[in-house]
């Protein structure tokens, strides 16, 4: 029983780490492409 509420709350803490990384990476990209434009 508990084993199966770690493994759910794992992938969901996984999920949530990969939510953040991807939208900080595209916060990245978007702010390098305007710096391209501005320049």
Do not use: A, C, P
């Amino acid at each position: 029983m508990i084993k199966k509420y770690l493994i759910k709350y794992s992938i969901e803490f996984v999920v949530i780490i990969l939510g953040i990384t991807v939208s900080f990476w595209l916060n990245e990209l978007s702010i390098d492409n305007q710096n391209e434009k501005e320049r």
